[in-house]
């Protein structure tokens, strides 16, 4: 019996062993499972974070954002030598009509086979937003001033056809504004009349209240700066709505003309802006007005951004464009560039909508609230888009990712 106790010692020995090892397997077990848990809770982070955030078109509503501006009427022709010789036109030339081109819009409606476009700096900016956003429509508002006649009318199905929701102030003193481009070859003849479009009036129309609550509807203002020489009592009251609010309020330089001669109206609206756009040479110029003392882009871009701002919740972005070279873009104390979409010299048709192109691609991907950089990637690719063409036209769907 004695030399039989140590074997059945051993075999309750190993059972107890083999116990423990089971419930040690177990344990392993479940501290693999838990460790390919968090594991896989890790990988779908990280998948999560690598794919941007795209928000869908339904979670945008109507009027969500808003420009006000010059409305005009393009109006482009393939025309003859005779026909610029008559007007004495360069044949690729912009200027602002005079006594001696009036009888010019009605002779090219005559004469040639004409094609309409809703035109004017800002409402281009949001006819190309609204393309870039496609759906819902009437993402973006439009106000401005045009007459009571045939190219009101026409400006006002244009601008329902781009599916952006216009109010017009409609007047009789004069008539609707209408820039006529006359297309010889390659070249472009632009002929402004701006008419109407100065006659804008806050108290006769942006104080209604109809108009006023779309005003509110809005998250993201827009202005161009050819503004501040018809209304500028209208761009404060929005800017002060913008500012009180916490939203967005954008305004571009648009001209050097706009930092020298009107310098006095923009640094008015200046410290409500949220968001400055401008070409090199309209920065060299607001520069040079404001002796900033140099002449370096990113410079200007950095003391532009530093400017005296009434809503400090946000610090201001300016993004400035160089034609073909990179893009400047100045925020929260720093400066990016971005390069613009290559395109061969060939390929490019008008290069006159490039720089609405670039504010509305900004505009729309700033509207859904996307990160700054893929508002850039946005706003070169509308600019690729519309230099491919004559005027500020588009295909019929954008492909923007």
Known sequence: MASDEPQAKRKKLSKEEEKEERKEKEE????????????????????????????????????????????????????????????????????????????????IVKKFNVEYHAGGATQNSIKIAQWMIQKPHNVGTFFGCIGKDKF???????????HIDAHYYEQEEEPTGSCAACITGDNRSLVANLAAANCYKKDKHLDLEENWKLVEKAKVYYIAGFFLTVSLESILKVAKHASENNKLFCLNLSAPFICQFFKDNLMQVMPYVDVLFGNETEAATFAEEQDFETEDIKEIAKKAQALPKVNTKRQRIVVLTQGKDETTMAHEGKVETFPVLKIDPKDMVDTNGAGDAFVGG??????????????????HYAANVIIRRAGCTFPEKPDFN
């Open 362 to 379: 900004f505009l729309s991907e700033l509207v859904q609230e996307k990160p700054l950089d893929q508002c850039v990637r946005a706003a």
């Open 152 to 162: 009101g009318e026409i400006l006002k199905q244009k601008a329902v056809e781009a």
């Open 28 to 107: 392993r077990k479940e501290e693999v499972k838990e460790e390919r848990k968090e594991e896989v809770k890790e990988e779908r982070k990280e998948e999560k974070r690598k794919t941007p955030t795209k928000k869908t078109p339904a979670e945008l509503s109507t009027n969500s954002l808003f420009g006000m501006g010059n409305p005009l009427l393009d109006i482009s022709a393939v025309v003859d030598k005779d026909f610029l010789d008559k007007y004495t036109l360069k044949p690729n030339d912009q200027i602002l009509a005079e006594d001696k081109h009036k009888a010019l819009f009605e002779e």
